[in-house]
């Protein structure tokens, strides 16, 4: 008997190949768009690898941290400096194409019914994603990660009653010290890594179920697809997916070797000081847009801190805001515009994000807000309009 024999009776593995490559097929009006959910995949092997490489000579330590960084890997270390360049633009690359895969579904409605459960597990991959880069960004102990900590943790305080335990809890010391590095650290490595597996498998199997969406948000059967509708995902899909990822490390590695800065923040290779405050404190530029919502309510900020959580999870929430028949943004007129207004207005709030919140800035951020959460309450408007549209058409 061989092996792949021996394998298959008792893990099914043929089946398991043709549920998730073989027989899996995908329609074939799509565009380039829906290359970036493999490039997700593949820019999030490159954090792994180059982050196990990066753990080999990290010293979770409040007093070796830093120069683990900056003097061991980056001096010392053969190639140290290649695998935290590679860590650091992967970083920033994957929120990039993790923003135009998620704006990708908005636009193309891969939210809507069947395929809820796919849109939950990706949101939830990409709060985790978020959670793993916020405690990374901690561990190379530099001025702004430090201040950025402690300003994000602070937060918490506002929770009614539980708050200020919280806050020391999560830190395990009143402030940012030795003790909520090695909390980061592990949260870092080992469990959100973890969980973004277990998460990855769980999206991409919810995938399988109802299939991909398309640009004209048509529902294909099987058989469909499998006579004229869809090619196969394994090898046909994923041929064209070779090339793009071929082009995508082109620029990728031009990125590592040669625009590298663009990833790591100069105040950064400051050690750590927590008597000595930065002028202006602000996260990773993938963060900048919920952080100036953050700021925006800069009259209150307790509202200000329940429009930053909600403008985190509300997108969560998309298949019950948006409840139109129509699927794709393609044939929704009124859609569309609000969908373009909604992408120029997050790129403006991530462009404020990095300016002080003073002036007239201050002012702009919170207009800026308003129309933030304006796109999604809409949506149950629009679907109205549109289901009589529908109605009347019929």
């Given at each position: 008997?061989?092996?792949?024999?021996?394998?298959?009776?008792?893990?099914?593995?043929?089946?398991?190949?043709?549920?998730?490559?073989?027989?899996?097929?995908?329609?074939?009006?799509?565009?380039?768009?829906?290359?970036?959910?493999?490039?997700?995949?593949?820019?999030?092997?490159?954090?792994?690898?180059?982050?196990?490489?990066?753990?080999?000579?990290?010293?979770?330590?409040?007093?070796?941290?830093?120069?683990?960084?900056?003097?061991?890997?980056?001096?010392?270390?053969e190639y140290g400096w290649l695998?935290?360049?590679?860590?650091?633009?992967?970083?920033?690359?994957?929120?990039?194409?993790?923003?135009?895969?998620?704006?990708?579904?908005?636009?193309?409605?891969?939210?809507?019914?069947?395929?809820?459960?796919?849109?939950?597990?990706?949101?939830?991959?990409?709060?985790?994603?978020?959670?793993?880069?916020?405690?990374?960004?901690?561990?190379?102990?530099?001025?702004?990660?430090?201040?950025?900590?402690?300003?994000?943790?602070?937060?918490?305080?506002?929770?009614?009653?539980?708050?200020?335990?919280?806050?020391?809890?999560?830190?395990?010391?009143?402030?940012?010290?030795?003790?909520?590095?090695?909390?980061?650290?592990?949260?870092?490595?080992?469990?959100?890594?973890?969980?973004?597996?277990?998460?990855?498998?769980?999206?991409?199997?919810?995938?399988?179920?109802?299939?991909?969406?398309?640009?004209?948000?048509?529902?294909?059967?099987?058989?469909?697809?499998?006579?004229?509708?869809?090619?196969?995902?394994?090898?046909?899909?994923m041929a064209k997916e070779f090339?793009?990822?071929?082009?995508?490390?082109?620029?990728?590695?031009?990125?590592?070797?040669?625009?590298?800065?663009?990833?790591?923040?100069?105040?950064?290779?400051?050690?750590?000081?927590?008597?000595?405050?930065?002028?202006?404190?602000?996260?990773?530029?993938?963060?900048?847009?919920?952080?100036?919502?953050?700021?925006?309510?800069?009259?209150?900020?307790?509202?200000?801190?329940?429009?930053?959580?909600?403008?985190?999870?509300?997108?969560?929430?998309?298949?019950?805001?948006?409840?139109?028949?129509?699927?794709?943004?393609?044939?929704?007129?009124?859609?569309?515009?609000?969908?373009?207004?909604?992408?120029?207005?997050?790129?403006?709030?991530?462009?404020?994000?990095?300016?002080?919140?003073?002036?007239?800035?201050?002012?702009?951020?919170?207009?800026?807000?308003?129309?933030?959460?304006?796109?999604?309450?809409?949506?149950?408007?629009?679907?109205?309009?549109?289901?009589?549209?529908?109605?009347?058409?019929?």
């Amino acid at each position: 008997m061989k092996f792949i024999d021996w394998l298959d009776e008792r893990l099914a593995v043929r089946e398991l190949v043709k549920v998730m490559l073989t027989e899996y097929y995908v329609p074939k009006n799509i565009n380039f768009l829906w290359s970036f959910g493999v490039l997700v995949m593949l820019v999030f092997a490159i954090l792994v690898v180059s982050g196990i490489f990066l753990l080999m000579y990290y010293k979770p330590d409040a007093h070796l941290a830093f120069d683990s960084v900056n003097k061991t890997i980056m001096m010392d270390v053969e190639y140290g400096w290649l695998f935290r360049h590679t860590h650091a633009v992967a970083a920033s690359i994957m929120f990039l194409v993790l923003y135009i895969h998620m704006a990708r579904g908005i636009y193309y409605g891969s939210f809507k019914p069947p395929r809820e459960i796919v849109w939950i597990t990706g949101y939830i991959l990409f709060v985790l994603m978020s959670a793993t880069a916020f405690t990374g960004y901690l561990l190379p102990w530099g001025q702004m990660s430090y201040w950025a900590a402690q300003t994000i943790t602070t937060l918490f305080e506002k929770i009614p009653f539980i708050g200020p335990d919280l806050v020391v809890w999560i830190r395990g010391n009143y402030i940012v010290e030795d003790a909520t590095l090695t909390r980061f650290f592990a949260l870092h490595v080992v469990f959100l890594p973890l969980l973004l597996i277990v998460f990855t498998a769980i999206h991409l199997y919810a995938v399988r179920i109802p299939g991909s969406n398309n640009e004209d948000g048509e529902h294909y059967t099987k058989e469909e697809k499998k006579h004229g509708k869809g090619i196969p995902f394994w090898p046909v899909f994923m041929a064209k997916e070779f090339f793009v990822m071929s082009v995508f490390l082109i620029f990728f590695f031009y990125l590592v070797f040669y625009q590298y800065k663009f990833a790591m923040d100069p105040i950064n290779f400051q050690p750590a000081d927590y008597l000595q405050t930065p002028m202006h404190i602000y996260p990773e530029w993938y963060f900048l847009a919920f952080y100036e919502v953050l700021r925006g309510f800069f009259f209150s900020q307790n509202l200000g801190l329940i429009a930053f959580v909600l403008s985190m999870f509300i997108a969560a929430f998309l298949p019950w805001l948006d409840t139109s028949p129509i699927v794709s943004g393609k044939h929704r007129p009124i859609y569309k515009v609000l969908f373009w207004i909604f992408i120029a207005d997050f790129v403006f709030l991530t462009i404020l994000g990095k300016l002080p919140p003073t002036g007239l800035y201050a002012w702009l951020g919170f207009i800026g807000s308003l129309i933030y959460f304006a796109f999604f309450l809409a949506l149950p408007i629009v679907s109205k309009i549109e289901k009589k549209k529908v109605a009347g058409g019929r």
